[in-house]
T-cell receptor, first 113, second 112 residues
Framework: QQQVKQSPQSLIVQKGGISIINCAYE??????FPWYQQFPGKGPALLIA?????SEKKEGRFTISFNKSAKQFSLHIMDSQPGDSATYFC????????????FGTGTRLLVSP | EPEVTQTPSHQVTQMGQEVILRCVPI?????FYWYRQILGQKVEFLVS????????KSEIFDDQFSVERPDGSNFTLKIRSTKLEDSAMYFC??????????FGEGSRLTVL
């Protein structure tokens, strides 16, 4: 029930293309869904996050789509750039003060020039 | 931009030795966490700390692990007797409350 399932494990996208990463969760108590970006040798950095009262959130080229009934959420990267090449983790938590994040298994994205 | 600072960046130790990993949180943050990432795997929650006490811990965080804020600013993770399987990247994260967590760059622990 605490798991967050993420797919695909790896993704290769041409420059300018759309990258799509999907996540699914079981625990209906989760109500905060962030995406983290991690470059090699660095810590995860928050990219964008959504709460279940909205179905979509967009920040620049990054969009989260959220389907509460299906318990799924996805990250779309529009106009993907080589600099977007990184590992992306979805996560989920309950909206309490302690923010214990449950992470997905990660997607290694490579954007080819 | 405020950041979470971790030291050391890399520590190599012999099995059975004690290790202390240190974190300087962002100054106005009240919630502190340690996460672990074994090479190539997902980030796993270890422990959360608020108001000078552990608020939650995972199954990984057994009696060999401890956390404290020894001087009110640094936040430390101690592993009393390291095992080979403790080799991982350890991330400190801090937050003001529900919402964004800021992660440090990590401390890589290698146990030989």
């Amino acid at each position: 029930q605490q798991q967050v399932k993420q797919s695909p494990q790896s993704l290769i996208v041409q420059k300018g293309g759309i990258s799509i990463i999907n996540c699914a969760y079981e625990n209906t108590a989760f109500d905060y869904f962030p995406w983290y970006q991690q470059f090699p040798g660095k810590g995860p950095a928050l990219l964008i996050a959504i709460r279940p009262d909205v179905s979509e959130k967009k920040e620049g080229r990054f969009t989260i789509s959220f389907n509460k009934s299906a318990k799924q959420f996805s990250l779309h990267i529009m106009d993907s750039q080589p600099g977007d090449s990184a590992t992306y983790f979805c996560a989920a938590s309950k909206n309490t003060g302690f923010q214990k994040l449950v992470f997905g298994t990660g997607t290694r994205l490579l954007v080819s020039p | 931009e405020p950041e979470v600072t971790q030291t050391p960046s890399h520590q190599v130790t012999q099995m059975g030795q004690e290790v202390i990993l240190r974190c300087v949180p962002i100054s106005n943050h009240l919630y502190f966490y340690w996460y672990r990432q074994i090479l190539g795997q997902k980030v796993e929650f270890l422990v959360s700390f608020y108001n000078n006490e552990i608020s939650e811990k995972s199954e990984i965080f057994d009696d060999q692990f401890s956390v404290e804020r020894p001087d009110g600013s640094n936040f430390t993770l101690k592993i009393r007797s390291t095992k080979l399987e403790d080799s991982a990247m350890y991330f400190c994260a801090t937050g003001q409350g529900p919402g964004e967590l800021f992660f440090g760059e990590g401390s890589r622990l290698t146990v030989l």
